[in-house]
């Protein structure tokens, strides 16, 4: 220890991304009630006070917190009747509920000492493929095999057709890797910058630029975890059209 002190300073970035139990000790079983589902449940919490709690009131003149949340559903609903169409209004509260969880776990991740569930793979991939598995399930039960035209592409010259067949179904199936990683990659990176300039502020020559670096770079974070929950959403309300539009 006294070797790595005198080495300079040993900055660990990705240290808060690691699961531990939330009461002490250092092994994860699958019963262990870790520092991920905590946050998660908290996060879970913090969306039915606001969606439930914040608006049973129902007032014609909102408090604040209706407002927040009125303001939230409108959004939301706005986003899925634009791009999938009046057909995909009834799957609203699906992509509400996703919308809402990503977007206080973002958010709630930016509180010092707290923990960030979405910069995990554990968590995004599972989210992703419910998204995946569901929009597919729809796709199938709403037009049969006909929902297979999503991946011939009519309008290109017979010949290219099987080629971009087989780049359309490749490109489909790997959705999930790609709506999960996106999700985890800008959390996490953002994060782990804030982390590297907080172990900087500790050299008194650069402190003061650090902590504006610190700064500039959680007022982009809040940015972020707010564009992350739409861009995940958006991309959903996107394959949900694909599934009950199949047609190029």
């Known amino acids: 220890m006294a070797a790595e002190a005198e080495s ?19 092994e994860v079983h699958w019963y262990t009630i870790t520092n991920v589902t905590v946050w998660m449940a908290l996060a879970i919490c913090c969306v039915v006070a606001l969606m439930v709690l914040g608006t049973r009131r129902r007032a014609i003149v909102p408090s604040r917190t209706q407002s927040v949340a009125e ?22 509260p699906y992509i509400m509920t996703l919308f809402m969880f990503i977007l206080f776990s973002n958010f709630l991740g930016l509180i010092p000492k707290s923990f960030t569930t979405t910069s995990h793979m554990a968590v995004t991939v599972v989210l992703a493929m419910a998204v995946f598995i569901t929009v597919t399930a729809i796709g199938f039960m709403k037009h049969g095999k006909h929902f297979l035209e999503l991946f011939w592409v009519s309008s290109a010259p017979l010949a290219l ?13 790997v959705r999930p890797v790609s709506h999960s990683i996106r999700l985890v990659g800008n959390v996490m990176a953002g994060h782990a910058v804030i982390k590297v300039f907080a172990g900087f502020a500790a050299v008194a020559l650069i402190s003061p630029l650090s902590v ?11 940015l972020v975890a707010f564009i992350q929950a739409y861009v995940f959403t958006i991309l959903t309300c996107v394959y949900l059209r694909d599934a009950l539009h199949p047609h190029h």
Do not use: C
Request: aromatic fraction near 16%; charged fraction near 15%; hydrophobic fraction near 50%.
């Open 8 to 26: 300079g300073i040993q900055i660990h970035p990705m240290d808060q991304f690691i699961v531990r139990p939330f009461f002490g000790g250092t």
């Open 212 to 222: 504006v670096a610190i700064t500039a770079m959680y007022a982009m974070e809040v």
């Open 71 to 92: 303001l939230a559903y409108g959004f939301v609903y706005k986003m899925v009747e634009d791009v999938t169409g009046h057909d995909g209004v009834k799957y609203f």
């Open 161 to 173: 057709r099987p080629v971009l067949a087989v780049i359309e179904v490749i490109s489909y199936l």
